[in-house]
């Protein structure tokens, strides 16, 4: 059985203050570790003061992006050692913002996996299909397209290592959720295929979180679909009292 992951990406927000009081707030929230497995995503600036205040604690450390060099003249960059220096097990890439605001493509895509996986970071691995592609019926066709690029190369070991996260762009960061149903349909999708190209034991122990504007609200009737094994949480994992909610939904 797949363990759940609750994973809180919080972009850019919170200062280095911010960062340190949270987690402080999130560790003490439990007196013994919860169910679920917890990440949360603080900005660079913040992942080394975050990781002595979750030293030892249930809380994982993820980064937001890498660079897929491990080192060079990439101003403004940071690589997959410097990240796991800094405390970090996971780290997010291919994010629909990274896609979208940034013009990241499949293949660039597919180097930041392979670079995340060198520096034994766990990456968790974002796929989803805009609104557009979703109304014209083409969510298969567009996640079977970023699964099939951003994984080349990956073995079916790697495939053990790494998280993906489905997330429909038209619900991040807009208040719209997509059903269970349909959140049920696109994940099971994902295993079926990951099922096809890497077997079905590597598809059985897969986490498939679902990213788009999760709150304590919806997560319950998210995480009863079968094959949704968590959730990528954005805005309502800035405040603590909202995650911790979702994490004990």
Known sequence: MVRPIIAGNWKMNKTVAESVDFAKRLRSAYPAPPEREVIIAPPFT?????????????IQLAAQNLHEAEKGAYTGEISGAMLREAGCAYVIV??????????????????????????????????????VEREAGNMETVVEHQLKEGLNNLTADDIGL?????EPVWAIGT??????????????????????????????????????????????DLLAQPDINGALVGGASLEVDSFVRIIGS
């Open 162 to 166: 790494i998280v993906i996260a489905y």
């Open 46 to 58: 913040a992942l080394s003061a975050a990781a002595e205040v979750t030293r030892g604690s249930f």
């Open 94 to 131: 291919g994010h629909s913002e990274r896609r979208t605001l940034f013009g990241e493509g499949d293949d660039r895509i597919n180097r930041k996996l392979l670079s995340a996986l060198r520096a034994s970071l766990k990456p968790i691995f974002c796929v989803g299909e805009s609104l």
């Open 175 to 220: 208040g719209k959720t997509a059903s269970p149903d349909q959140a049920g349909q696109a994940h099971r999708f994902i295993r079926e295929w990951i099922a096809r190209r890497y077997g079905p034991e590597r598809a059985a122990g897969l986490a498939i979180l679902y990213g788009g504007s999760v709150t304590p609200k919806n997560i319950a």
